[in-house]
């Protein structure tokens, strides 16, 4: 059985989004309905809308930044209870029982973690339609616990942008006393200045543009270093236990590897994709690494938010209405916002 909820779709690579109607699953056992009040708009919502990555199975209702509180539970849902401030992110579930799966690693799920939208739900076999909606149904093992204190409308993001730069923090041990840079400030280089801030890190921004100077010191950074300066990159040779490159397209990390100490690490967040051959003599002569991290499993999300709440940190947004997203992607294009869209699901859809 199913029901419908309101909500916007892609119905095509080359249109607009419009709006739609969006079939809900009644509640299975494990099941948390949620009142969705937010919900963030991230680029990978513009990639899939117009099939940028060849993948997308239309209608796609895109948003995996969710923020709602709790309409109904299922019978054997015990975490959660009806009007719980929670959060759903980008997986809605996994096999749950490979090696990864049972490592809290749900994102590298074995089998494939469910996919928010555009995917199929492993036990009907429907498609999984995301958060431009006004309710979600989701099984209570990936429903995410938010914080009463934080300002709910800035928190959908963390649930992406969030966590995808946490979870590198984390698993490279970042903390009091160490040396971090980002490359790139935008949705996820935000993020990753203010988390590693408050972890104890010293955060530096690589930035081709000092215009964004000002910007980055407010969010925590510590220096700005323009990346196509030959002088300012050489004064940091040498420093970084952790780069987060945040950059979304095909770019040149030579410049950046020198930068690192000795078993210091590059990490991709950003870009997903093929990219241009880089010289391993920096690597070899500093047992430096480049590596990649993908969002993060739901107790590390879950670990997020707990940390957000405690230290006061959400993402910089503009609230849009869900009428205006095509206006948002557009801009989102042109890299036009500070830092993250989110749309004001419960009074504009």
């Known amino acids: ?64 930044e969710i923020v709602g509180r709790v309409k109904a539970v299922g019978s054997a849902v015990t975490k959660f209870k009806v009007g719980d401030l929670v959060g759903v992110g980008c997986l809605v579930d996994s096999c749950r029982s490979c090696y990864h799966c049972q490592h809290d690693l749900e994102q590298y799920c074995e089998q494939g973690s469910t996919q928010t939208y555009g995917d199929v739900d492993r036990h009907d076999h429907t498609p999984t339609y995301g958060g431009y909606s006004k309710e979600i149904v989701v099984s209570d093992a990936f429903v995410l ?5 934080l300002d709910t ?32 400030l935008g949705g996820l280089g935000h993020m990753a200045i203010k988390l590693a801030k408050a972890l104890g890190a010293e955060v530096t921004l690589f930035t081709r543009s000092p ?8 969010l925590g950074a510590s220096q700005i270093i323009v990346s196509t300066d030959e002088a ?24 950046y590897m020198p930068t690192l100490a000795i078993d210091g690490t590059l990490v991709f967040v950003g870009l997903i994709g093929k990219h241009p051959d880089f010289s391993t003599v920096p690597l070899v002569l500093g047992r430096r690494s ?26 910089d947004v503009e609230m849009i209405n869900m009428a205006d997203i095509n206006t948002a992607y557009e801009r989102m294009l042109k890299s036009d916002v500070k830092y993250r869209f989110v749309i004001d699901i419960a009074n504009t859809l």
């Open 211 to 218: 215009a964004k100077s000002q910007d980055a010191l407010r």
């Open 232 to 255: 300012q990159m050489k004064s940091v040779y040498n420093q970084f236990d952790l780069i987060i490159d945040t950059v979304p397209y095909s770019h040149d990390v030579s410049p």
């Open 1 to 64: 059985m199913t029901y419908i909820v309101k909500g916007f779709a892609a119905m095509s690579a080359d249109t607009p989004l419009v709006p739609f109607n969006v079939p809900r699953r009644a509640l299975r056992t494990d099941d948390v309905q949620i009142d969705i009040l937010y919900t963030g708009v991230c680029h990978s919502d513009l990639h899939m809308a117009r099939n940028d990555w060849g993948v997308s199975q239309f209608p796609v209702v895109p948003g995996h």
């Open 145 to 149: 616990s938010v914080p009463e204190n």
């Open 153 to 184: 409308k800035a928190v959908p993001p963390v649930l992406c942008a969030g966590i995808t730069t946490w979870s590198p923090l984390r698993h490279w041990n970042v903390g009091k006393g160490s040396k971090v840079a980002v490359v790139g």
């Open 290 to 315: 480049i590596a990649g991290s993908a969002i993060g499993g739901i107790a590390e999300t879950q670990e997020l938010l707990d940390f957000c709440g405690k230290h006061n940190i959400v993402s």
